[in-house]
């Protein structure tokens, strides 16, 4: 016999090696290292898709068998058929989640139905009812298959307290959902540790079902005939089949591999490539064969060889115990618990996105008065709240475990479950087929649907203590007998989750079509409509916004607070180079909001990004060309149409570059013409001073004191004469490129070090504080460290001499690329404003009057040209928050020359 | 086996393509049809045992899987090439 001990060492060095197999593969993933292709392969993929088989089913599915013989398999055939149609909704649905940037079936469903947040509170309400008793259910399987192992051990321990192992339970899998399923926001991204710890536990569960299946058969009854002998001769050797049911489990059992939330997690959400999809459409059903392969033979035998009364949902585990196969009986529990825990930590995934996009974010944002340009970390908060929602679905799986006392009421609750995420099916499945249906009618048809699946099935599940009372059931409400829960419109004999089934589903349908029938949609319902339908025709961009008031930078700011700082300033980099312009701010074209909306809609959820992107953008969103292209249907006009808009684009790109080109050109005409009249300048002040000095010490008649301050005044300007000669010099030396650089290796570091400490020593860069991350910058660096100090000096004393802030302070932030490194310096002053941007790098520009600036405009250009010539840039960098300049470095050490 | 010869009809190799989508498409109905003749069975009488209809549904399931893998390789060849299109991968 196993000892209690010895089963909760396994236990934790189980969870031990989920934990370390998920920590790997993120790690892996990340780091892109070598060998992760398979990560991303069909295969973790498919077996990623065996949460579908939970506790319920590992144990439960022989508890049924033992009960109604063979019609627990309906459970593995409807997912069967949806698998193996994959060709029509399963590859629709995966391509539409990719185009959108899908986050979860509340999402997909308030996505289609022009971005209403209401259908997306309306769908994650419906999940987090529906899914609650799930958990509490796979709560209980763990906490009874560890008590069958406490059962027989009298001595030594007491019996186990189960409230207390299901809050442990519930405690592990919340921490660990919350350390591998939040790593990163976006949640269109895959969650490579969670996936994979998911695809260990997929064959565990299935090892130890074959396992405990083949010892039964060819270890207990004795081969294949003989165990078809033992079901001839068992209680369930009669094929008892009602055929209403037989039908109804598997269309429901199809309609719930669609429409559970942990199932679209993985499903859609997970996808990477199409191609996974091809595999999985035979492999999944395969792994379902197998999983249900020997459940008849060990229900038969338990039946025939335990006693009495034992409970048959545990026949997985008590049949190896009554023979002594205590490793067996291990390795059976391990696949209970992998069953159970790989559910729960998807479906807590799947249901935390939901409350936080489409509950906390739209109640926060509409908050707060300043809307979505605000202050504050959006990123982090989001996070925050993700994290709770994990916990708070956990906990209330563990509560609702407490309250309902486990037992009878709850092993039925996983059907009832089911057909409560079923009413999403008319929503979803219309929604993707027929461009006819409108918010309307999705809402109205999921209203009614789960109204009348609450009433008829899950409410009277609380037995006659809960809800709904004996004499409801009996008589109906207030004595009206046509509205029995279990028997609508008087249709009385049919089974209860048939009858709830039926009348849910043909209501929520009914409702959905009528409505969607005489409602009009609004514009960019219709035009959500014509993308999920057609998916497969045009899959590129809607064009929702119309060249707007938007500010680039207002977009960048917010975009940074979603996203992260890197990945905003990648999206807008990339997206101002493809249209040739060479700064950090891209033009705000409808198709660049669009982009960045649906990029948004990864983190946050369609609506609230469209919602967000709205307060910014402002004003009406879709415009008559938009739906005329939606409108007109003819394929040539399409191509055509599509051929146009490319050479357009391409147009309107070189125009661009030729505005650009030309703007530039006026202002540097402007500033050759400054050029003269500076330098001039320049040379008169220090050289008038300097003949008006000299002419009076050349007089004589002063003292000594005098003589000197005058002598001195005349040194000075002429170092400031010289100092602007050695600019000028070192400029055009560098503009020829005649200049010879020196690189040795050298730390990032230290190189700043000698920067900041010969700023600050001077005197004018005294007044300003500075702030470094010691560890970020200790890098080596092979390059021209002289050159560089020189950029860095330069940036930091422009900071101590322009940043006009109160207590200037300037933050020096190291981060590292894939092939760059980027050396950002940051002020806390005004900034510079956007018009100014473009030329703060060429001669002799300077924004402020000369008096206080005290140089000639000649650092940022030399600057320029010092980068140019290691191999980097400067540029500034906008929506910082105060002046920003970024120095990139090649990580590629720099060739001698 | 030698390859099959060089299509004489140029737009074979897409039209053989299509009809295996379209097997893709009835193989669920068939499935379904296939599941649900059991009930009509068990109207029938009681000749239906569990081993009996255990043994049914497992061949049909099996028979669903190997035709299924069968169709989904050239399947999913045509969605790599799709993807290839630059027309669909327009971001």
Redesign the interface.
């Known amino acids: 016999m196993v000892g209690f001990n010895a089963l909760v060492l396994v236990c934790v060095a189980y969870v031990a090696i989920l934990f370390g197999v998920a920590f790997g593969a993120d790690k892996r993933a990340r780091e892109g290292l070598p060998g992760t292709a398979w990560l991303r392969g069909p295969w973790v993929y498919t077996l990623s898709l065996s949460i579908y088989c939970t506790a319920w089913t590992f144990y439960g599915a022989v508890g049924y068998a033992a009960r109604s ?2 019609e627990f ?1 309906t459970i593995y ?1 409807g997912p ?9 909704v399963l590859r629709k649905l995966v391509r539409i989640g990719r185009a959108q940037r899908i986050t979860s079936i509340a999402d997909l469903i308030s996505s289609r139905y022009g971005k209403s947040n209401l259908l997306g509170v309306i769908v994650t309400l419906l999940a987090v009812v529906g899914t609650t008793p799930y958990i509490a259910l796979q709560l209980q399987s763990v906490t009874l298959s560890f008590s069958v192992f406490a059962a027989d051990r009298q001595e030594g321990f007491e019996l186990l307290d189960l409230n207390a192992t299901a809050l442990w339970i519930a405690a592990g899998l919340a921490l660990f959902t919350i350390l591998f399923g939040t790593r990163n926001l976006d949640a269109n991204e895959r969650h490579h540790g969670v996936v994979t710890a998911i695809a260990v536990e997929a064959v565990v569960k299935l090892l130890a079902l074959l396992a405990v299946g083949i010892f039964v058969v060819w270890g207990v009854a004795g081969g294949p005939t003989e165990i ?1 002998r033992t ?2 001769a ?1 209680p ?4 008892q ?1 009602n ?1 209403g049911r ?2 109804s489990l ?1 269309f429901l059992s199809a309609a719930a591999f669609l429409t559970l939330p942990r199932m679209f997690q993985v499903l859609v959400v997970e996808n990477v490539d ?2 996974q999809l ?2 999985a ?3 999944f ?2 792994y379902l ?1 197998l999983m249900s ?1 020997f459940v ?1 033979p060990i229900a038969v035998v338990g039946l025939d060889i335990l006693p009495k009364g034992s409970n048959p949902d545990l026949f997985v585990l008590t049949v190896p115990l009554h023979f002594d196969q205590d490793g067996l009986a291990m390795l059976s529990f391990l696949g209970g618990f992998s069953s159970a825990t790989s559910m729960v930590i998807v479906a807590a995934i799947a249901l935390s996105t939901m409350v936080s996009n489409h509950i906390v974010m739209p109640i926060w944002l509409s908050l707060r008065s300043d809307g979505a340009s605000m202050s504050g970390d959006v990123r982090y908060l989001l996070l925050i709240s993700r994290r709770l929602s994990i916990g708070g679905v956990l906990l209330l799986g563990y509560l609702y475990y407490r309250y309902s006392g486990g037992g009878a009421a709850l092993a039925a609750i996983g059907l009832i479950s089911f057909s409560g995420v079923a009413q999403v099916l008319p929503a979803l499945v219309g929604g993707i087929f027929w461009r006819g249906a409108s918010r309307n009618g999705a809402a109205a048809g999921l209203i009614a649907g789960f109204a009348i699946w609450a009433y008829c099935l899950f409410l009277p599940s609380f037995g006659p203590e809960g809800v709904i009372s004996d004499q409801i059931m009996a008589h109906g409400p207030w004595g009206l007998e046509w509205l029995r829960p279990q028997a609508l419109f008087g249709i009385e004999g049919m089974d209860p989750l048939v009858h709830a089934l039926f009348w849910s589903m043909v209501v929520n349908t009914s409702l959905f079509f009528i409505f969607s029938l005489v409602s009009f949609p609004n514009p960019l319902e219709r035009l959500q409509g014509a993308q999920f339908v057609n998916v497969f025709e045009h ?3 809607t064009r929702g916004w119309t060249r707007g008031r938007a500010q680039a930078e207002d977009l960048m700011i917010m975009a940074q607070r979603i996203m992260g700082g890197g990945e905003a300033q990648a999206l807008f980099e990339a997206e101002a180079l493809a249209q040739g312009k060479e700064s950090y701010l891209p033009d705000t074209t409808p198709g660049f909001i669009e ?1 960045l909306e649906r990029e948004l809609a990864g983190s946050v959820g369609g609506a609230t990004a469209h919602a967000m992107v709205g307060q910014i953008v402002g004003g009406a969103s879709v415009s008559v060309e938009d739906l005329m292209a939606v409108a007109d249907e003819t394929q040539q006009m399409l191509e055509y149409s ?1 051929q146009l808009e490319v050479q357009s684009e391409e147009l309107s790109r070189t125009a661009r570059q030729l505005g650009e080109a030309n703007k530039k050109l006026t202002q540097l005409s402007i500033q050759k013409d400054a050029f003269l009249s500076q330098i001039s300048h320049e040379l008169r002040t220090p050289m008038t001073s300097i003949r008006a000095f000299s002419e009076i010490l050349r007089d004589g008649g002063m003292d000594e004191a005098a003589a000197r301050k005058y002598s001195s005044i005349i040194h000075d300007e002429a170092l400031r004469l010289t100092r602007l000669l050695d600019d000028l010099l070192d400029l055009s030396v560098l503009e020829a490129g005649h200049v010879t650089l020196h690189p040795q290796p050298d730390n990032l570091s230290d190189v700043l070090d000698r920067a900041v400490a010969a700023t600050t020593s001077v005197g004018e860069g005294a007044g300003i504080e500075i702030r470094r991350n010691p560890v970020h910058e200790d890098i080596d660096i092979f390059t021209d460290t002289d050159r560089l100090a020189q950029v860095f000096i330069n940036l930091i004393a422009n900071a101590a001499k322009y940043c006009d802030a109160d207590t200037p302070r300037l933050k020096i932030f190291v981060t590292k690329r894939a092939e760059r490194l980027h050396v950002d310096f940051i002020d806390n002053g005004s900034g510079i404003p956007p018009e100014s941007q473009a030329v703060i790098f060429e001669k002799f520009s300077r924004l402020s009057d000369q008096a206080k600036a005290g140089g000639a405009g000649l650092g940022l250009a030399i600057c320029r040209e010092i980068m140019d010539k290691l191999g980097g840039k400067v540029a500034y960098l906008p929506g910082q928050g105060g002046a920003a300049f970024r120095v990139t470095l090649p990580k590629a050490p720099l060739a001698a020359g | 086996m030698t390859p099959p010869r060089e299509p004489l009809f140029l737009a074979r190799q897409t039209y053989r393509r299509r009809r295996v ?1 379209d097997a ?2 009835l ?3 068939i ?2 049809m296939l ?2 003749i ?2 009509l069975a ?2 029938s009488g ?1 000749g ?7 043994i049914y ?2 061949v049909v ?2 028979g ?3 035709v ?2 069968t169709l ?2 050239p ?2 060849r045509r ?2 090439e799709a ?1 290839a299109d630059p ?2 991968t ?2």
């Not at chain 1, 069967?80 to 029509?88: D, S, Y």
């Not at chain 2, 239906?48 to 255990?54: D, E, K, L, N």
């Open positions: 013989g063979l398999v055939l069967t058929l949806v698998l193996v149609g994959w060709w029509w078809a079901i001839d068992s369930i050797s009669d094929w089949m055929g037989w039908a598997t199409e191609r091809a595999t459409s035979w492999a059903p395969l064969f392969l008849v899959s590129g961009a982009r599509s | 989508a893709a498409r193989l669920p109905v499935g379904a599941f649900l059991p009930i068990a109207g009681d239906a045992t569990t081993a009996r209809g255990g549904v497992f399931w099996a669903l899987i190997v299924t893998a989904s390789r399947l999913s969605e790599s993807d027309k669909e327009r971001p």
